[in-house]
């Protein structure tokens, strides 16, 4: 399950990692592409630190969080897993902490306030805690290493320890896709997808977003081209629907395929909100995506800010045919909009 923070941040999951249900992911927390995280695991980006900030956990692509890992980011601190790094059942990864790419961290480990170089393999029941450990080293099992002085007597990982690992990197991607394959993904995550062809269109689709987020709907905001990614951007769309999304609102200009890519790889509900551009004012935009084949639907709204913020407002609709609260909420939005009319009008007659 995914949950924002007390922030308001929420979880960045790439459209290929691969979560399983019962794991709970909460906060300013980004899962690169190919990541497994296995059943029961804890990976909290949620506690502020002095400042009010909460930074992020970043998941590199490839990694592997197994059964029962727990992530957490003390005080506010970053924490990073590196590409292809497993943290195996039960480890514990406090933050501040660094984890570079291709290490190994074994059963019921511990490591908390370290940064750990690329390939280090840290066998079962450790604990490290407050050092730096150079790539290429491993810590046997049961062993503490509190002090620099413990660093120094920690010899190379060994052929067969680097075997071990890259075996377990292998699963870990496998077992990636065959969830994406399967349709295990996520029970629940954000019922909304808001998604843009560049990050130029961020400034127009942090609308959606905010009206969503006003509203208490989950969504997740992505940037996912059909020309330039046209692979993440297939992923995206069929993986859509098991990860609990409801509804997608896609943004681009000019040719504008997006929405009607991820309209054909998906039963969901599609809207589409056209970007204004410098050569046609959008209208080039508005055009290829409202003109899309029978059969194939994308609802599409005005151009830039009032589309992206009515296709948020659509989605609320949508979603209120079946939410209660929602369909309360909608009628209270109409209400104050309505009494603001009034009250502007009441004002200019005054001054009349």
């Known amino acids: 399950m995914l949950y924002r923070n007390h922030a308001g941040d929420r979880p960045v999951v790439d459209a290929t990692a691969a979560i399983h249900p019962s794991a709970v992911v909460i906060g300013n927390v980004h899962i690169g592409e190919k990541v497994f995280v296995g059943p029961n695991a804890v990976i909290r980006a949620d506690e502020p630190g002095p400042d009010g900030n909460v930074e992020a956990i970043v998941i590199d692509a490839e990694a592997n969080i ?3 890992v727990i992530i957490h980011a003390l005080g506010g601190s970053p924490v990073r897993i590196g590409k292809g790094s497993s943290l195996a ?4 990864i406090h933050g501040p902490c660094t984890v570079g790419e291709n290490c190994f961290i074994g059963f019921n480990t511990v490591v908390f306030k370290a940064d750990l170089g690329a390939g280090v393999v840290i066998q079962h029941q450790s604990l490290v805690e407050g050092v730096t450990i150079p790539a290429g080293m491993s810590v046997p099992s049961m062993s503490g290493v ?54 130029s269109d961020y400034d127009v689709m942090k609308e959606s977003a905010k009206v969503l987020n006003d509203f208490g709907v989950s969504c997740e905001v992505r940037v996912i081209s059909a020309h330039r990614t046209p692979d993440r951007a297939h992923a995206f769309a069929v993986g859509a629907e098991a990860r609990g999304t409801e509804i997608i609102i896609a943004a681009a200009g000019k040719a504008a395929h997006l929405a009607g890519v991820l309209a054909a790889l998906t039963t969901l509900p599609v809207i589409g909100v056209p970007m204004k ?22 609802g599409t709204v005005a151009i830039g800010s009032a589309g992206a913020k009515n296709a948020a407002l659509l989605a609320i609709s949508i979603l209120a045919l079946s939410d209660d609260r929602l369909r309360s909420a909608l009628k209270e939005y109409r209400e104050k909009i309505k009494a603001e009319v009034e009250a502007a009008d009441a004002e200019i007659r005054q001054k009349s």
Do not use: C, W, Y
């Not at 551009?277 to 994308?298: C, H, K, R």
């Open 277 to 298: 551009t410098s050569d046609l004012g959008g209208l080039d935009s508005l055009l290829s995506m409202v003109q899309m084949p029978a059969g194939i639907p994308v």
């Open 89 to 92: 059942h039960g480890a514990v």
């Open 66 to 68: 197994q059964d029962g």
């Open 146 to 199: 509190l002090v620099q002085e413990d660093v120094r007597q920690l010899r190379p990982v060994t052929p067969k320890m680097s075997a071990f690992a890259q075996m377990v990197r292998q699963t870990n991607v496998f077992l990636a896709e065959e969830f994406q394959m399967n349709d295990h993904i996520m029970e629940q995550g954000p019922k909304v997808a808001v998604v843009m062809g560049s990050k």
